[in-house]
């Protein structure tokens, strides 16, 4: 599977994003797709992620939406009231339905987006 993710930018606090991730090679119509970003000098943290419905990470719960398109085999993340903290480069993610790991945890996604660079100005 390869995971292609655009719709980064540079935004003021305040405004809205959308990222879109388009996956080729493989429908990923039954799979967990997620969206998980790195801000730098820490470690890379779960956004997102959603199979038949979406489970947010407490800070974007209200302000980020997550959804997908099966027939365009892309996953999307709406990012609106964005924050300063918001600043990241945020990459999309595949998972098996099995796994030792849980949802949240980036180890259990084996195949990665690029990275898309997300900055909120003050």
């Known amino acids: 599977v390869q995971l292609q993710a655009s719709g980064g930018g540079l935004v003021q606090a305040g405004g809205s994003l959308r990222l879109s991730c388009a996956a080729s090679g493989r429908t990923i119509s039954s799979s967990f797709m997620a969206w998980f970003r790195q801000a730098p000098g820490k470690e890379r943290e779960f956004v997102a992620v959603?199979?038949?419905?979406?489970v947010y990470e407490d800070s974007v719960k209200g302000r980020f939406t997550i959804s997908r398109d099966n027939a365009k085999n892309t996953v999307y993340l709406q990012m609106n009231s964005l924050k300063p903290e918001d600043t990241a480069v945020y990459y999309c993610a595949v998972a098996p339905s099995n796994s030792l790991w849980s949802l949240q945890d980036p180890r259990r996604y084996n195949y990665w987006g690029q990275g898309t660079q997300v900055t909120v100005s003050s």
């Open positions: 959603i199979n038949w419905s979406g």
